[in-house]
């Protein structure tokens, strides 16, 4: 059970790391967030950008114990050998808590508004596959051992210092998006998760990468299978529909589970028959601290969570 952060009207970095201690003091696995400049509604004038890796790097020292990343980071956003510099980086300063989710760019409008080239999808793939291939095999490289890569959008040439991450073998790396052949053969070559996004078909897309598994050679049970869900519970019916209203886009709602907690874990229940078995709470309010406390003492005992410990978390960790 995952916290997913997606604010309506974009956040600064307090209002952030607040929400991610309280995902942490409720009991959650992790706290992620999306790799967006731009909110659900572009022309918004009150959206206030921010930058997602930098955003991590402070949780890293902010917050102790849960583990954190992205869903997902635009493989056109930034080249692979910055970028897994960068999350080594994050692992390194968070003891090894983070996780990379990588996909292949969506939000057109997003790129023009701050300049940032948005080739057609085929080209995004295959640039997203370099990607993962140069970003693995840079944290897989051996010490005293250099990494070179030749493809058709990077080059590598004789990489003397890759980079080095806390954990061992590396970070996980989650693919996700809504192709229907390439991110699953994507997944099954280099992931250890696979995101279908929301909900709707999880099952028919589950079994896809499944097949897909097989034919590459992957043992399909080493790769966890995880789902967004967007959430307004509430004890009460003007509760969670207050809190429905801040989704504000129609596509949200309708994958939503809006209701009572029981709601909820139905829902989930049904996706976990569906072959899902990582949940993200996709959470738009980010000053709604109670809405995080709602789902840990109502929803995650129902799953075998239990809420963590109450922690001081006013000092961050040295």
Do not use: K
């Not at 930098?54 to 849960?66: V, W, Y």
């Not at 056109?76 to 090894?96: E, K, W, Y």
């Not at 210092?161 to 806390?166: D, K, L, T």
């Not at 509430?234 to 309708?254: F, I, K, L, N, P």
Request: proline share 8%.
């Amino acid at each position: 059970m995952r916290i997913l952060v997606e604010p309506r009207h974009g956040a600064d970095y307090h209002a952030i790391l607040r929400l991610a201690r309280a995902a942490e003091q409720h009991g959650f696995d992790a706290f992620f967030r999306s790799d967006h400049l731009l909110g659900v509604d572009p022309d918004d004038p009150h959206t206030v950008p921010s930058e997602a890796w930098s955003t991590l790097a402070g949780l890293a020292r902010d917050t102790r114990h849960i583990r954190f990343g992205t869903l997902l980071t635009a493989a056109t956003f930034r080249s692979p050998g910055l970028l897994a510099t960068i999350v080594a980086t994050v692992d390194a300063m968070s003891d090894g808590r983070v996780e990379l989710g990588l996909g292949t760019g969506w939000y057109e409008r997003e790129h023009r508004a701050f300049g940032v080239p948005f080739p057609a999808v085929g080209t995004r793939f295959d640039r997203l596959g370099e990607q993962l291939s140069i970003i693995t095999g840079l944290w897989s490289t051996p010490a005293g051992q250099r990494f070179s890569f030749e493809g058709s959008h990077y080059r590598i040439d004789d990489c003397p210092a890759p980079p080095r991450p806390r954990q061992s073998p590396r970070p996980p790396v989650i693919v996700g998006g809504a192709g229907p052949r390439r991110t699953p053969e994507l997944a099954a070559r280099f992931a250890d998760e696979f995101n279908v996004t929301f909900g709707t078909g999880a099952r028919a897309r589950f079994d896809t990468f499944t097949r897909i598994c097989a034919e590459v050679g992957r043992d399909p049970a080493t790769v966890r299978r995880s789902v967004i869900l967007p959430v307004a519970c509430g004890s009460t019916r003007q509760e969670w529909m207050r809190r429905a209203d801040v989704m504000g886009s129609e596509v949200m709602r309708s994958n939503a589970a809006c209701g009572t907690p029981s709601h909820v874990v139905d829902r989930i229940g049904e996706l976990a028959g569906d072959g899902a078995d990582t949940v993200y709470f996709h959470i738009y309010d980010v000053d709604d601290l109670d809405h995080l406390e709602l789902l840990g003492s109502e929803v995650l005992p129902a799953f075998g969570g239990r809420a963590a410990p109450t922690l001081l978390l006013d000092t961050p960790p040295g």
